[in-house]
């Protein structure tokens, strides 16, 4: 299995950025997938997460509004939108199958600073 993040950066308050999550090693369209992050000093928290053909999506209430994950079955990647960024954003954020199987990228760094 292998996950790779990027997408991450710098960004202002208010900004936008798109992650990305391109996945191997299964069979990516029969898994559910998901968004955590990890913030300094923090345990890992669920973002985002989709169904296996992306009917049905559930978020953290600290995103509902702001972020919408999504997929492309015929690219093996999800994808995680995030608008109205704020300092509290800034995190470590990681992809992964849903429920969890143990399975971590190395992860995309978001920095939300002015």
């Known amino acids: 299995v292998q996950l790779v993040e990027s997408g991450g950066g710098l960004v202002q308050p208010g900004g936008s950025l798109r992650l990305s999550c391109v996945a191997s090693?299964?069979?990516?369209?029969?898994?559910?997938m998901s968004w955590y992050r990890q913030a300094p000093g923090k345990e890992r928290e669920l973002v985002a997460a989709?169904?296996?053909?992306?009917?049905?999506?559930n978020y953290a209430d600290s995103v509902k509004g702001r972020f919408t994950i999504s997929r492309d079955n015929a690219k093996n990647t999800v994808y995680l939108q995030m608008n109205s960024l704020n300092t509290e954003d800034t995190a470590v954020y990681y992809c992964?199958?849903?429920?969890?199987?143990?399975?971590w990228g190395q992860g995309t760094q978001v920095t939300v600073s002015s």
């Open positions: 992964t199958p849903y429920p969890p199987e143990g399975y």
């Open positions: 090693g299964f069979a990516f369209s029969s898994v559910g």
């Open positions: 989709i169904t296996s053909a992306g009917g049905s999506t």
